[in-house]
């Protein structure tokens, strides 16, 4: 996992990455556009052999964005972000993909979490 420089250099590699499904990363490519982070924003790629294959942003005190994290790296990722934001208290993203990663962190961190919102994208 990386953390960028900068938000255009975040961007530069998380937007064609969350472009694979600009339904899904509603929220991601949003933000991304309206350009707002603040300093405690986190930016994160997640790297293959030098290859970007995911990213990951949150704005506090809103949840962590998880949807752009390939699952793979969910262990990986959360050995990462535990270190550097302990204080991490939620996740968001489609339900399986959150709820993997939630489970990713009990699992190394030992703290619980319970689903507290569900949110649907309708389409008109």
Known sequence: MRLPESVE????????????DPVGNTIELTLLKANRFGDDALLATIWNDGVPVGA?????PYPLACNGIPQSAD?????????????????????????????????ATGRDGTVSTEERLYRL
Do not use: C, H, N
Request: charged share 30%; net charge positive.
């Open 9 to 20: 250099e975040f961007r530069a590699i998380a937007e064609p990455l969350y472009r694979r």
């Open 56 to 60: 990951t942003l949150q704005t506090p």
């Open 75 to 107: 262990d990986y990722v959360v050995g990462a972000l535990a270190r550097i934001r302990p204080e991490l208290s939620g996740v968001r993203g489609r339900r399986e993909r959150a709820v993997a990663f939630a489970d990713a962190w009990q699992r």
